[in-house]
T-cell receptor, first 113, second 116 residues
Framework: QKEVEQNSGPLSVPEGAIASLNCTYS??????FFWYRQYSGKSPELIMS????GDKEDGRFTAQLNKASQYVSLLIRDSQPSDSATYLC?????????????FGTGTRLAVRP | EAEVAQSPRYKITEKSQAVAFWCDPI?????LYWYRQILGQGPELLVQ????????DSQLPKDRFSAERLKGVDSTLKIQPAELGDSAMYLC??????????????FGPGTRLTVL
């Protein structure tokens, strides 16, 4: 069973709309959650991190975490064509030491001008 | 802004040849990771270093892959011999030692390997 699940997409939204990206994870001890953006042929770039239940906002991006439902999401407001990329959800289990990230397969977002 | 450095950016090789990738983490980052990303998938860990010590290499195909971080700073990942299935993006990431936000991992630009 895949530990981190994402809809592969593509998710297509018009410019200016809100894009909603979802991720579920299976390991209940997961403590840290990250969203990375990856343009085609490039490496992952950190967008957001979230550690506590609730919402965390950074500019046009909002991450939402619900540990009871094992669910984390990323909202992108006022979507721009430059947001077109693959968004990777990643989780980290150990709260007290450095451990590798477990990634989903990514959701491809396409923002239509 | 501090960045993770990797070289080469692209490598084309024939199967059975040896290849090597280099990574220099962000200054002060004790933890270094090598991930492999196959097209259409998320990155998967190959090996994790804490300073110069290997912490996790359970997913490293040790019959052909080797990794070292001799002085606890930069690192080299080697494949010998390369196989067709090794074609992928090889990503290096680093983080501070610790928990929570200190475990945020930052990725280098990656090395795109093509094995012919």
């Amino acid at each position: 069973q895949k530990e981190v699940e994402q809809n592969s997409g593509p998710l297509s939204v018009p410019e200016g709309a809100i894009a909603s990206l979802n991720c579920t994870y299976s390991d209940r001890v997961s403590q840290s959650f990250f969203w990375y953006r990856q343009y085609s042929g490039k490496s992952p770039e950190l967008i957001m991190s979230i550690y506590s239940n609730g919402d965390k906002e950074d500019g046009r991006f909002t991450a939402q975490l619900n540990k009871a439902s094992q669910y984390v999401s990323l909202l992108i407001r006022d979507s721009q064509p430059s947001d077109s990329a693959t968004y990777l959800c990643a989780v980290n289990a150990a709260p007290t030491r450095a451990t590798p990230l477990t990634f989903g397969t990514g959701t491809r977002l396409a923002v239509r001008p | 802004e501090a960045e993770v450095a990797q070289s080469p950016r692209y490598k084309i090789t024939e199967k059975s040849q040896a290849v090597a990738f280099w990574c220099d983490p962000i200054s002060g980052h004790a933890t270094l990771y090598w991930y492999r990303q196959i097209l259409g998938q998320g990155p998967e860990l190959l090996v994790q270093f804490q300073d110069e010590s290997v912490v996790d290499d359970s997913q490293l195909p040790k019959d052909r892959f080797s990794a070292e971080r001799l002085k606890g700073v930069d690192s080299t990942l080697k494949i010998q011999p390369a196989e067709l299935g090794d074609s992928a993006m090889y990503l290096c990431a680093s983080s501070l030692q610790g928990q929570g936000a200190q475990n945020t991992q930052y990725f280098g630009p990656g090395t795109r390997l093509t094995v012919l």
